[in-house]
């Protein structure tokens, strides 16, 4: 039905979360596993944190990049990259900062929570893609401040540019799929609504139920590496 539904559709906007990449390895925020030695990625993701101890959260990060580093892409990323050339007008929003739907061979993909490939100045302009291993406190080639990881922390804007795309394309959209997120975090967790108020199909993809599922027409329980497969052809 769901197969339908999305073979039918002349616009499809995905929209993924953490558990996309549960089945890489990669540890989902709010998991059980989630916890990265005392801390809540939660509390650690926040530029408050940042600011009043940079070391742990760089070395938050620079764990993370490592790990990452060595994840491959599931059978959940290959068939969303596969859905862009099955399907007429595709785009992918993922909140991940793994990289890993790239590496799949997404290109139709805006990353609106950043990327932990990226790194940014705090003090100049200075921002670059760098998967080198980095030092405890990156310092700026340009002005010798320090560096920070290039993701969207809690309270600051979007990626420029990210949310304009993607009201314009789920406004547009004849079906709007969430996939393995757990629809805590705004402005993605709304996204939703945007598309249902427009007329899209809404479809979730979840091991388990979230604060939207009840206003999706359609919800798949299961994980999204044996569940995307069977939708796409
Ligand atoms: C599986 C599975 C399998 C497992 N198969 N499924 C409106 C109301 C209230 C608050 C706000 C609001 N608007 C903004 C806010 C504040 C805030 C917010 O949302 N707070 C909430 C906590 C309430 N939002 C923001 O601050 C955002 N900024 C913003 O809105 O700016 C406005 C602004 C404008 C102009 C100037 C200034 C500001 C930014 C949010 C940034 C979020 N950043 C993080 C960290 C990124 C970097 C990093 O990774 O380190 O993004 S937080 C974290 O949560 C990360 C994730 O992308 C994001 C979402 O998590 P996700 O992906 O849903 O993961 P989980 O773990 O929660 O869920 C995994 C799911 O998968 C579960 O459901 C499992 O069941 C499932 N699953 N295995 C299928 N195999
Ligand atoms: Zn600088």
């Known amino acids: 039905m769901v197969k339908a539904v999305l073979d039918g ?7 993924t979360g953490a558990g996309v990449s549960a089945e890489s390895g990669v540890p989902t925020f709010r998991g059980k596993d989630g ?27 620079n764990w993370r990049r490592e790990k990452m580093g060595q994840c ?13 050339k099955t399907l007429p007008n595709f785009l992918l929003i993922t909140q991940n900062v793994d990289g890993l739907h790239a590496r799949a061979g997404s290109r139709k993909l805006m990353e609106m929570h950043g990327s932990l490939w990226q790194v940014k100045c705090t ?10 291993a980095l030092p405890a406190l990156p310092e700026c080639p340009v002005c010798g401040h320090l560096l920070r990881p290039g993701v969207v922390w809690f309270g600051e804007p979007l990626v420029p540019g990210v949310l304009k ?3 314009d394309q789920i406004s547009k959209a004849d079906v709007f799929l969430s996939i393995g997120t757990s629809n805590l975090v705004q402005p993605a967790a709304s996204f939703y ?5 427009h007329g899209a199909v809404t479809v979730e993809v979840n091991l388990e139920p979230t604060p939207n599922t009840g206003f ?12 995307l497969p069977e939708l796409v052809t």
Not at 123 to 132: F, I, K, L, N, Q
Request: charged share 25%; glycine share 4%.
């Open 123 to 132: 003090v100049c302009t200075h921002a670059r893609e760098d998967y080198s």
């Open 165 to 167: 795309v993607a009201i």
């Open 9 to 15: 559709g002349r616009s499809v906007v995905a929209l």
């Open 35 to 61: 916890m990265w030695k005392k801390n809540r990625p939660e509390d650690l993701a926040r530029p408050d944190a940042f600011a009043a101890h940079p070391e742990l959260v760089w070395e938050f990060y």
């Open 193 to 197: 609504q945007l598309a249902k108020d």
């Open 72 to 84: 491959e892409p599931n059978p959940a990323h290959v068939a969303l990259a596969r859905m862009e």
């Open 216 to 227: 999706m027409d359609f919800a798949l329980h299961g994980q999204a590496g044996d569940i």
